[in-house]
């Protein structure tokens, strides 16, 4: 192999690493900007920050474990965990139409 050939193997090796590690920083900044979005939509639901904090934790480790373990990703996962706080909020707001 050639100094030139060797140049550019590791230039594209260094690409490579570069990119997988730039997705997973993405990836998890993703989950962890989602999970926040999901503590916010629960914290008037909880009576106190380690009762909110203890929750988040459990939340965070489920949607981990279902991220890893189903078709979906943790984000995803997260995503689908503040659907239902998004709606009881709207009727709180709202109110509930009769």
């Keep these: 192999m050639g100094i030139k050939a060797f140049e550019a193997y590791t230039a594209a090796v260094a690409g490579l690493v570069t990119a997988v590690a730039s997705f997973s920083l993405s990836t998890y900044a993703d989950f962890e900007s989602q999970m926040s979005t999901v503590k916010a939509l629960m914290s008037g639901s909880c009576d106190s920050t380690e009762e909110l904090d203890t929750a988040?934790?459990?939340?965070?480790?489920?949607?981990q474990?279902?991220?890893?373990?189903?078709a979906f990703t943790?984000?995803?996962?997260?995503?689908?965990?503040?659907?239902?706080?998004?709606?009881?909020?709207?009727f709180e707001v709202r109110g509930v139409q009769q």
Excluded: Q, Y
């Design 74 to 90: 943790s984000t995803e996962v997260g995503e689908a965990m503040d659907t239902p706080n998004r709606v009881w909020i709207l």
């Design 65 to 70: 474990e279902l991220g890893s373990t189903t």
């Design 56 to 63: 988040m934790d459990s939340l965070t480790e489920k949607a």
